[in-house]
C-alpha cells in the first residue's frame, strides 16, 4: 500500500467541511457585491462594493482549495494504483512519466513533494538511478530484480533526520518521504555479500 488512506482523508474532510460552511456566506456576499440596487443609496458605493467583493473571493477560496485537494488525492491514487501493479519493486522514472503524461521532472517534483508531505509511503526516491524504489517489494537483502542495477540491493536504513526506517538500495542516494532530508546508503560489496 502507496496511499497514505487517513493523512489524505483527514486533509480531504477538513477542507470539505471548510467549504460547507463557506457555501451561504459566499453566495450572499457576491449576491450583495454583484447587485447594484444595494449600493444606491450610498454616497462613495466603491469601498463598500470592493469589501464585498473581497469578502466574496475569501469565502470562495475553500472551494478552490478542494477542487486542488480533489486532483492531488485522484494523483496520489493514481500513483499508488501504478506502483502496486509493479512486480520488482524499481520503477523508473521515465516509466511513470509515460504512464501519467507528464515530464519526467514534473512526476519527480510532484511525487517527491506527496513522499514528503505523507500522502505516499512505502517508497523513496533515487536521485543516482532516477527510479522510485518501493520498500515492501524488496525480498532478501541480496534479492536482485530485473531493471534494477546489477549488484544494488536494499537495506534497512534510519533517516539523518526524523530516524525513520526506510528502506533504500545499497551505492544510491533518495530523500527521506518524511521529513525530505538526503539519506546516503553505504555500498555493497557482491564478493564477500557484505555492506561497507
Not at 457555501?23 to 466603491?46: H, I, L, N, Q
Not at 519493486?89 to 508531505?117: C, Q, W, Y
Request: aromatic residues 12%; hydrophobic residues 40%.
Amino acid at each position: 500500500m502507496y496511499l497514505n488512506k487517513r493523512r489524505m482523508t483527514v486533509s480531504y474532510y477538513i477542507w470539505f467541511i471548510i467549504t460547507f460552511i463557506s457555501v451561504m456566506p459566499a453566495v450572499v456576499f457576491w449576491g450583495v457585491s454583484c447587485d447594484g440596487k444595494t449600493y444606491e443609496k450610498v454616497d462613495d458605493p466603491v469601498p463598500m462594493r470592493i469589501t464585498f467583493l473581497v469578502l466574496a473571493i475569501v469565502f470562495t477560496a475553500p472551494f478552490v482549495v478542494m477542487w486542488i485537494k480533489g486532483g492531488q488525492a485522484f494523483f496520489v491514487r493514481r500513483i499508488s494504483d501504478l506502483f502496486t501493479a509493479d512486480a520488482d519493486g524499481f520503477v523508473p522514472v521515465s516509466e511513470l512519466a509515460t504512464a501519467m503524461g507528464m515530464t519526467e521532472d514534473k512526476i519527480i517534483s510532484k511525487v517527491t513533494s506527496h513522499m514528503r508531505r505523507g500522502h505516499i509511503i512505502n517508497c523513496n526516491y533515487s536521485a543516482h538511478q532516477k527510479a522510485f524504489l518501493l520498500s515492501d517489494k524488496i525480498g532478501t537483502p541480496t534479492t536482485m530484480y530485473q531493471g534494477a542495477p546489477v549488484n544494488h540491493p536494499f537495506i534497512g536504513v534510519h533517516c539523518p533526520g526524523c530516524g525513520a526506517s526506510l528502506k533504500i538500495r545499497a551505492n544510491t542516494q533518495g530523500t527521506c518521504p518524511y521529513c525530505g532530508r538526503l539519506i546516503i546508503a553505504p555500498s555493497f560489496d557482491p564478493n564477500t555479500n557484505k555492506f561497507k
